[in-house]
């Protein structure tokens, strides 16, 4: 009989890779959606929009909403003469460009203008990624204990021990692959982004679809059940929740978007560290054997700041 399995999902930026930090020529995901939004909109798009949003991690499709809510009719314009230039010629980068075309959406010229958003984004961000500073250390590195964590967690899972990971991230596969792979560190078991997430016709609320709305964990709880090869059903899906654990640093986003999907083991980066979940499950490995996250967690986290028997607090 299969043993029942255990899924640790994470985010990707500011959880395992320090996306924020500037790679050695400057750039960062925020800088990359300026400079995109440039290219696309005009020169000084960018500076203006973040002059006046706060970036927490939103999804293109928000950015996109957001810029066309000036109700500038010029930004359309210039955004539909860039796509003209290149005769809807773009990198195969994203699901949408897969044949290495993006038609021009009349009807809803938003969503033309997130796949380009996109595209220019991850331009800026693969030809930067693995590129070293002067003190030989390339971009993006780690989050602190990351490499320690997964070292550990692949020398469970070649013991036996029954545990898959996640990586759901507002962020984008191709990025996120190259990262782990210049790295050389094992794809997840599980990947979803907003790749996933932007080209679903259904949920359409952005409130659901996107981060801190359920959809994406959910997504990837969907994923993991079928790798099982379960058929998820109200009764499956409450029972293996127990069995999931989440990180994230981001309290609004990623915290809340694990709240409102019932998951009780959940974690806020670097309040909590990767080192303690590793030494964590190395101490209790023989309690993974159906029991919820939280009842293995638990023993450790007696004493321990913010913890209310259930799980971390934000501290």
Same mark, same amino acid.
């Given at each position: 009989?299969?043993?029942?399995?255990?899924?640790?999902?994470?985010?990707?930026?500011?959880?395992?890779?320090?996306?924020?930090?500037?790679?050695?020529?400057?750039?960062?995901?925020?800088?990359?959606?300026?400079?995109?939004?440039?290219?696309?909109?005009?020169?000084?798009?960018?500076?203006?929009?973040?002059?006046?949003?706060?970036?927490?991690?939103?999804?293109?499709?928000? *950015?996109?909403?957001?810029?066309? /809510? !000036? @109700?500038?009719?010029?930004?359309?314009?210039?955004? &539909?003469?860039?796509? $003209?230039?290149?005769?809807?010629?773009?990198?195969?980068?994203?699901?949408?460009?897969?044949?290495?075309?993006?038609?021009?959406?009349?009807?809803?010229?938003?969503?033309?203008?997130?796949?380009?958003?996109?595209?220019?984004?991850?331009?800026?961000?693969?030809?930067?990624?693995?590129?070293?500073?002067?003190?030989?250390?390339?971009?993006?590195?780690?989050?602190?204990?990351?490499?320690?964590?997964?070292?550990?967690?692949?020398?469970?899972?070649?013991?036996?021990?029954?545990?898959?990971?996640?990586?759901?991230?507002?962020?984008?596969?191709?990025?996120?692959?190259?990262?782990?792979?210049?790295?050389?560190?094992?794809?997840?078991?599980?990947? *979803?982004?907003?790749?996933?997430? /932007? !080209? @679903?016709?259904?949920?359409?609320?952005?409130?659901? &679809?996107?981060?801190? $709305?359920?959809?994406?964990?959910?997504?990837?709880?969907?994923?993991?059940?079928?790798?099982?090869?379960?058929?998820?059903?109200?009764?499956?899906?409450?029972?293996?929740?127990?069995?999931?654990?989440?990180?994230?640093?981001?309290?609004?986003?990623?915290?809340?978007?694990?709240?409102?999907?019932?998951?009780?083991?959940?974690?806020?980066?670097?309040?909590?560290?990767?080192?303690?979940?590793?030494?964590?499950?190395?101490?209790?490995?023989?309690?993974?054997?159906?029991?919820?996250?939280?009842?293995?967690?638990?023993?450790?986290?007696?004493?321990?700041?913010?913890?209310?028997?259930?799980?971390?607090?934000?501290?």
């Amino acid at each position: 009989m299969n043993k029942p399995r255990y899924l640790i999902a994470s985010d990707f930026d500011g959880t395992l890779f320090d996306t924020s930090k500037p790679s050695p020529s400057g750039m960062t995901v925020q800088r990359a959606y300026a400079q995109s939004l440039d290219d696309l909109f005009g020169k000084k798009t960018g500076e203006s929009f973040f002059s006046i949003n706060d970036f927490h991690g939103e999804a293109p499709s928000q *950015i996109i909403q957001n810029v066309l /809510r !000036t @109700r500038d009719k010029s930004l359309i314009d210039n955004a &539909k003469k860039v796509h $003209g230039e290149q005769n809807g010629n773009f990198p195969r980068l994203i699901p949408e460009s897969k044949d290495g075309m993006i038609l021009w959406n009349p009807e809803d010229p938003q969503v033309t203008l997130t796949s380009m958003l996109v595209i220019r984004k991850l331009g800026y961000l693969l030809q930067e990624t693995g590129t070293r500073d002067q003190d030989g250390n390339p971009w993006p590195l780690p989050c602190e204990g990351v490499l320690d964590f997964l070292r550990t967690l692949e020398s469970l899972k070649e013991k036996g021990a029954p545990i898959d990971l996640a990586i759901i991230s507002s962020g984008h596969e191709s990025f996120i692959r190259k990262a782990l792979k210049f790295w050389d560190i094992p794809q997840p078991d599980i990947l *979803i982004t907003e790749d996933d997430v /932007r !080209t @679903r016709k259904f949920p359409q609320e952005a409130e659901t &679809k996107f981060k801190p $709305g359920v959809f994406p964990i959910a997504l990837a709880h969907f994923v993991w059940l079928r790798n099982q090869g379960l058929t998820f059903s109200e009764e499956i899906g409450l029972n293996t929740r127990t069995r999931i654990m989440h990180i994230g640093d981001n309290y609004t986003k990623d915290i809340v978007m694990a709240e409102k999907a019932g998951i009780m083991s959940n974690f806020l980066f670097p309040a909590t560290s990767w080192m303690f979940i590793a030494e964590t499950l190395t101490n209790n490995k023989s309690l993974l054997d159906g029991r919820p996250f939280e009842e293995i967690l638990k023993p450790q986290l007696v004493g321990v700041e913010g913890f209310k028997g259930r799980r971390i607090e934000r501290i």
